[in-house]
Protein backbone atom coordinates (compact mmCIF):
# COMPACT_ATOMS: atom_id res chain seq x y z
CA UNK A 1 0.00 0.00 0.00
CA UNK A 2 1.44 3.26 -0.88
CA UNK A 3 2.60 5.00 2.49
CA UNK A 4 0.50 8.47 1.37
CA UNK A 5 -2.52 7.08 0.74
CA UNK A 6 -5.25 6.60 3.23
CA UNK A 7 -6.50 2.91 3.94
CA UNK A 8 -10.23 2.39 2.82
CA UNK A 9 -13.07 2.35 4.82
CA UNK A 10 -13.26 -0.83 6.78
CA UNK A 11 -9.52 -1.26 6.35
CA UNK A 12 -7.08 -0.19 9.32
CA UNK A 13 -3.62 1.22 8.07
CA UNK A 14 -0.33 -1.14 8.43
CA UNK A 15 0.53 1.01 11.56
CA UNK A 16 -2.30 -0.59 13.61
CA UNK A 17 -1.43 -4.21 14.92
CA UNK A 18 -3.46 -6.40 16.04
CA UNK A 19 -3.15 -6.75 20.16
CA UNK A 20 -3.23 -2.47 19.68
CA UNK A 21 -6.72 -2.77 18.20
CA UNK A 22 -8.27 -5.39 20.57
CA UNK A 23 -7.19 -3.66 23.77
CA UNK A 24 -9.14 -1.12 22.44
CA UNK A 25 -11.74 -2.71 21.00
CA UNK A 26 -11.85 -4.30 25.02
CA UNK A 27 -11.90 -0.42 26.00
CA UNK A 28 -15.00 0.17 24.84
CA UNK A 29 -16.46 -3.17 25.81
CA UNK A 30 -15.88 -1.69 29.39
CA UNK A 31 -17.13 1.44 28.66
CA UNK A 32 -20.72 0.01 27.78
CA UNK A 33 -20.16 -2.41 30.47
CA UNK A 34 -19.50 0.92 33.00
CA UNK A 35 -22.90 2.77 31.59
CA UNK A 36 -24.76 -0.53 32.21
CA UNK A 37 -23.67 -0.33 35.73
CA UNK A 38 -23.87 3.50 36.17
CA UNK A 39 -27.25 3.58 34.60
CA UNK A 40 -28.74 0.92 36.21
CA UNK A 41 -27.56 2.75 40.01
CA UNK A 42 -29.66 5.60 38.58
CA UNK A 43 -32.31 3.61 37.71
CA UNK A 44 -32.53 2.21 41.09
CA UNK A 45 -31.97 5.56 42.84
CA UNK A 46 -34.69 7.25 40.94
CA UNK A 47 -38.04 4.76 41.57
CA UNK A 48 -40.80 7.29 40.51
CA UNK A 49 -40.73 8.87 36.85
CA UNK A 50 -38.76 11.47 36.45
CA UNK A 51 -40.65 12.97 33.53
CA UNK A 52 -43.86 13.19 32.16
CA UNK A 53 -42.82 10.90 29.19
CA UNK A 54 -41.57 8.49 31.23
CA UNK A 55 -45.39 8.19 32.33
CA UNK A 56 -46.79 8.40 29.29
CA UNK A 57 -44.99 5.61 27.84
CA UNK A 58 -45.48 3.35 30.89
CA UNK A 59 -49.22 3.83 30.57
CA UNK A 60 -49.36 2.95 27.11
CA UNK A 61 -47.18 -0.11 27.55
CA UNK A 62 -49.74 -1.30 30.17
CA UNK A 63 -52.57 -0.61 28.48
CA UNK A 64 -51.28 -2.49 25.64
CA UNK A 65 -51.24 -5.58 27.69
CA UNK A 66 -54.36 -5.59 29.04
CA UNK A 67 -55.67 -5.63 25.24
CA UNK A 68 -56.41 -2.28 24.38
CA UNK A 69 -55.59 -0.87 20.83
CA UNK A 70 -52.96 1.69 20.27
CA UNK A 71 -54.22 4.81 18.12
CA UNK A 72 -57.49 3.05 18.18
CA UNK A 73 -58.40 2.70 21.88
CA UNK A 74 -55.11 4.87 22.91
CA UNK A 75 -54.14 8.41 21.73
CA UNK A 76 -50.81 8.71 20.65
CA UNK A 77 -48.85 10.91 18.75
CA UNK A 78 -45.59 8.75 17.87
CA UNK A 79 -45.42 5.53 16.43
CA UNK A 80 -46.08 2.43 18.29
CA UNK A 81 -42.43 0.53 18.40
CA UNK A 82 -41.18 1.40 21.32
CA UNK A 83 -44.85 0.88 23.22
CA UNK A 84 -44.58 -2.68 21.51
CA UNK A 85 -41.07 -3.19 22.32
CA UNK A 86 -41.48 -2.26 25.99
CA UNK A 87 -44.57 -4.19 26.27
CA UNK A 88 -42.87 -7.84 25.42
CA UNK A 89 -39.69 -6.33 27.64
CA UNK A 90 -41.92 -6.06 30.61
CA UNK A 91 -43.78 -9.49 30.15
CA UNK A 92 -39.86 -11.03 30.47
CA UNK A 93 -38.58 -8.74 32.90
CA UNK A 94 -41.50 -7.78 35.47
CA UNK A 95 -43.49 -4.89 35.15
CA UNK A 96 -41.74 -2.08 37.25
CA UNK A 97 -40.17 1.19 36.37
CA UNK A 98 -36.43 -0.08 37.36
CA UNK A 99 -37.47 -3.27 34.94
CA UNK A 100 -38.32 -1.00 32.65
CA UNK A 101 -35.80 0.94 32.87
CA UNK A 102 -33.19 -1.39 31.31
CA UNK A 103 -34.83 -1.78 27.89
CA UNK A 104 -33.60 1.91 26.82
CA UNK A 105 -30.44 1.67 28.80
CA UNK A 106 -29.36 -1.77 27.16
CA UNK A 107 -30.20 -0.42 23.66
CA UNK A 108 -27.69 2.74 24.49
CA UNK A 109 -25.16 0.14 25.64
CA UNK A 110 -25.41 -1.64 22.55
CA UNK A 111 -25.29 1.83 20.56
CA UNK A 112 -21.74 2.91 22.24
CA UNK A 113 -20.46 -0.77 20.96
CA UNK A 114 -21.75 0.47 17.43
CA UNK A 115 -20.42 3.94 17.54
CA UNK A 116 -16.97 2.22 18.92
CA UNK A 117 -16.92 -0.23 16.19
CA UNK A 118 -18.28 2.11 13.26
CA UNK A 119 -15.41 4.95 13.78
CA UNK A 120 -13.08 2.60 14.97
CA UNK A 121 -13.48 1.11 11.01
CA UNK A 122 -13.52 4.83 9.07
CA UNK A 123 -11.11 6.59 11.36
CA UNK A 124 -9.13 4.06 13.36
CA UNK A 125 -9.83 2.64 17.04
CA UNK A 126 -8.57 5.35 18.80
CA UNK A 127 -10.90 7.40 17.43
CA UNK A 128 -13.46 4.86 18.06
CA UNK A 129 -12.53 5.27 22.10
CA UNK A 130 -12.32 8.89 22.12
CA UNK A 131 -16.17 8.57 20.22
CA UNK A 132 -17.44 6.52 23.20
CA UNK A 133 -15.91 8.35 25.86
CA UNK A 134 -17.02 12.07 24.86
CA UNK A 135 -20.60 10.28 24.43
CA UNK A 136 -20.57 9.04 27.61
CA UNK A 137 -18.97 12.85 29.07
CA UNK A 138 -22.55 14.25 27.60
CA UNK A 139 -24.25 16.41 29.65
CA UNK A 140 -27.61 14.56 30.64
CA UNK A 141 -26.94 11.12 28.37
CA UNK A 142 -26.76 8.28 31.90
CA UNK A 143 -29.99 9.91 32.50
CA UNK A 144 -31.79 9.82 29.32
CA UNK A 145 -30.02 5.98 29.25
CA UNK A 146 -32.29 5.26 31.86
CA UNK A 147 -35.55 6.68 31.15
CA UNK A 148 -38.72 5.32 29.46
CA UNK A 149 -38.31 7.53 26.35
CA UNK A 150 -38.55 7.07 22.84
CA UNK A 151 -35.55 9.40 21.55
CA UNK A 152 -32.75 7.29 22.57
CA UNK A 153 -33.96 3.98 21.71
CA UNK A 154 -34.50 5.01 18.15
CA UNK A 155 -31.39 6.70 17.65
CA UNK A 156 -29.78 3.60 19.05
CA UNK A 157 -31.63 1.19 17.19
CA UNK A 158 -31.05 3.48 14.02
CA UNK A 159 -26.80 3.67 14.61
CA UNK A 160 -27.00 -0.03 15.00
CA UNK A 161 -28.73 -0.09 11.36
CA UNK A 162 -25.45 0.99 10.05
CA UNK A 163 -23.25 -1.40 11.22
CA UNK A 164 -24.36 -4.20 8.56
CA UNK A 165 -23.73 -1.49 6.03
CA UNK A 166 -19.98 -1.58 6.64
CA UNK A 167 -19.85 -4.93 6.92
CA UNK A 168 -20.88 -4.95 3.13
CA UNK A 169 -17.75 -4.13 2.21
CA UNK A 170 -16.03 -7.35 3.69
CA UNK A 171 -18.07 -10.10 2.23
CA UNK A 172 -17.72 -11.71 -1.38
CA UNK A 173 -20.95 -13.37 -1.05
CA UNK A 174 -23.94 -11.90 -3.18
CA UNK A 175 -26.31 -13.37 -0.81
CA UNK A 176 -24.50 -12.78 2.11
CA UNK A 177 -24.42 -8.56 1.15
CA UNK A 178 -28.00 -8.60 0.08
CA UNK A 179 -28.55 -10.27 3.93
CA UNK A 180 -26.26 -7.62 5.24
CA UNK A 181 -28.61 -4.59 4.05
CA UNK A 182 -32.02 -6.50 4.51
CA UNK A 183 -30.61 -6.31 8.16
CA UNK A 184 -29.84 -2.92 7.77
CA UNK A 185 -33.11 -1.82 6.34
CA UNK A 186 -35.09 -3.78 9.18
CA UNK A 187 -33.37 -2.19 11.81
CA UNK A 188 -33.89 1.53 10.63
CA UNK A 189 -37.44 0.60 9.84
CA UNK A 190 -37.92 -0.41 13.50
CA UNK A 191 -36.15 3.02 14.63
CA UNK A 192 -38.63 4.86 12.36
CA UNK A 193 -41.48 2.69 14.37
CA UNK A 194 -40.18 4.44 17.35
CA UNK A 195 -39.79 7.90 16.54
CA UNK A 196 -40.03 9.85 12.75
CA UNK A 197 -37.27 11.84 13.23
CA UNK A 198 -34.34 9.23 12.71
CA UNK A 199 -35.07 10.01 8.93
CA UNK A 200 -32.37 13.01 9.49
CA UNK A 201 -29.73 10.07 9.25
CA UNK A 202 -30.91 9.41 5.93
CA UNK A 203 -28.10 11.73 4.40
CA UNK A 204 -25.51 9.53 6.43
CA UNK A 205 -27.18 6.49 5.13
CA UNK A 206 -26.53 7.55 1.69
CA UNK A 207 -23.11 8.81 2.10
CA UNK A 208 -22.37 5.27 3.23
CA UNK A 209 -23.51 3.63 0.47
CA UNK A 210 -21.69 6.32 -1.62
CA UNK A 211 -18.46 5.74 -0.63
CA UNK A 212 -18.75 1.73 -1.53
CA UNK A 213 -17.26 0.14 -3.98
CA UNK A 214 -18.55 0.50 -7.48
CA UNK A 215 -19.88 -2.56 -7.34
CA UNK A 216 -21.70 -2.20 -4.55
CA UNK A 217 -23.02 0.90 -5.39
CA UNK A 218 -26.24 -0.96 -6.89
CA UNK A 219 -26.78 -2.69 -3.36
CA UNK A 220 -26.56 0.36 -1.23
CA UNK A 221 -29.41 1.96 -3.18
CA UNK A 222 -31.42 -1.02 -2.15
CA UNK A 223 -30.41 -1.12 1.30
CA UNK A 224 -31.36 2.68 1.31
CA UNK A 225 -34.69 1.99 -0.03
CA UNK A 226 -35.38 -0.78 2.35
Same mark, same amino acid.
Given at each position: MNPGRRPPIGQLGPDTNL %???HEIYRLVIVMALLLLGVGWTAAQRYP? %??DTDEGINLAKATLIADGYRLHRDIWSDQPGGFAYLLVGWRGVVGSSIEAARMLPLLLSATALLAIGWLVSQLTGPRSGTLTVLLILCTHR???LSTSVMIGLPALCVAIAALVPLVLVRRQTSFWLKLS???A???LFGLALQIKLWVMALIPLVMVLCAISRPGLRRLGRVGLIA
Open positions: %AGRI %ALYIRLIASGV
